[in-house]
């Protein structure tokens, strides 16, 4: 059975730092690129980070690079996410998702993990 399990999130102050982890079990991790999602409240999903199967390449959209950090051990079959000098609008339930790609333009989540709450205020 796949799985995957955030942990990690809590509540900081604007400026803060937290290490979002994601523990995976169910199959062979390193065959797959792993992602970060996350939902602010009232909004829809956001991609936040994507890693390739070896760490080699990481991706971030303008907005959060320079502040989040993405990386994996692939003999703890685990993926984390360390976020930096946190806003208020970095609130939001933090989701990891395995990748599969499909080509080089298309790819999709085929499983989620549960998701944890980050919240950011004074």
């Known amino acids: 059975e796949v799985q995957l399990v955030e942990s990690g999130g809590g509540l900081v102050q604007p400026g803060g730092s937290l290490r979002l982890s994601c523990a995976v079990s169910?199959?062979?991790?390193?065959?797959?690129?792993m992602t970060w999602v996350r939902q602010a409240p009232g909004k829809g999903l956001e991609w936040v980070s994507t890693?390739?199967?070896?760490?080699?390449?990481?991706y971030f959209p303008e907005s959060l690079k320079g502040r989040f950090h993405i990386s994996r051990d692939n003999a703890k079959n685990t993926l984390y996410l360390q976020m930096t000098n946190l806003k208020s609008d970095d609130t939001a339930v933090y989701y990891c998702?395995?990748?599969?790609?499909?080509?080089?333009?298309?790819?999709?989540?085929?499983?989620w993990g549960q998701g944890t709450q980050v919240t950011v205020s004074s």
């Open positions: 169910g199959f062979t991790f390193d065959d797959y690129s």
């Open positions: 998702a395995r990748e599969v790609l499909v080509s080089s333009y298309y790819s999709f989540y085929d499983y």
């Open positions: 890693i390739t199967w070896n760490g080699a390449n990481t």
